[in-house]
């Protein structure tokens, strides 16, 4: 509708005018007073004058209203831009809390572990294999990243182990894959256990405590951390929770299902422990 009164709206009110000039033409007196046919014609007209004046009225609210719709528009237009500027300027709000809160908590984890060495980097691809749980770090061995070296959160957490190395890009295995193998410590008791990958365990984001020591009593909620053993991982560092304990086939070995204290799916940054005092 609009399209067709912007279009063809002037021919229409062209029409209209033409009608009232011939009205007016053919209803014109002579000294004042009507003729026959004058009066005769004015009495033919003036339908057509009401049609043409309520017509042009019409047509006169129509531009009124396509004039504001133009305008309305336009100012939506520009309402549309200021809302995304500023839901552009709340992301980058969001983010600065969010960097503000793991640099807190990473200068908290230094003041407790000064002999770390560690390195800031950012992940920058998932493997996309449902045989393995790992991802690619943007630093590699010109940040003086070694392989084998662990990766944490911000908080200390252990989120895996760098397996890959380039110059500028690095693989990490993460504590869920089939292949992560971490010496672990368990429950108040700090018995000694093995946290290994589990391809069945893995799609549920989760790992495998086994290889306890004897007499070691599993409960869930128990916190697992690394041993230290063999000078791979530092000592401490927490790896997760037991979610659930059950008993190999036989029911005689018990094992323990292990939660991540990492939230996987929303790492953005992690820290590579490039250097640590290891623990006899």
């Known amino acids: 509708m609009i399209k067709f009164l912007k279009t063809k709206g002037l021919r229409l009110l062209a029409v209209v005018l033409a009608v009232v000039i011939l009205a007016a033409v053919v209803s014109g007196v002579r000294g ?70 793991r640099l807190r908590a990473l200068l908290d984890f230094e003041e407790r572990h000064s002999d770390f060495v560690l390195e800031s980097t950012r992940i920058v691809d998932w ?51 089939v292949d992560a193998n971490v010496g672990a410590l368990v429950g108040e008791a700090g018995n000694a256990a093995m946290l290994v990958g589990d391809f069945t365990l893995m799609q549920s984001g989760q790992a495998k405590l086994t290889y306890l020591t004897e007499g070691t009593q599993l409960l869930e909620g128990d916190s697992v951390l690394t041993s230290g053993k063999g000078g791979v991982f530092p000592q401490g560092l927490l790896v997760g929770t037991i979610a659930e304990v059950h008993t190999e086939a036989g029911g005689q070995t018990p094992y323990g299902v292990v939660e991540p204290a990492c939230d996987l799916d929303n790492l953005s940054q992690v820290f590579v422990i490039k250097d640590f005092n290891v623990v006899e």
């Open 127 to 177: 493997t996309a294999s449902n045989w393995t749980r790992s991802f690619t770090i943007s630093k590699g061995e010109d940040a003086d990243i070694a392989l084998g070296d662990c990766v944490i959160t911000e908080a200390g957490v252990l989120v895996g182990q760098v397996t890959e190395l380039g110059s500028n890009w690095a693989t990490v295995r993460t504590v869920i894959d």
């Open 32 to 101: 004042g007073n009507a003729g026959f046919f004058s009066n005769a014609a004015a009495t033919v007209t003036r339908p057509l004058r009401q049609a043409a004046t309520a017509v042009a009225g019409w047509l006169e609210d129509v531009y009124g209203y396509l004039y504001r719709y133009n305008q309305l528009q336009a100012e939506n237009e520009a309402l549309q831009a200021q809302v995304a500027e500023l839901q552009s300027q709340l992301r980058e709000a969001e983010e600065a809390v969010e960097e503000n809160s």
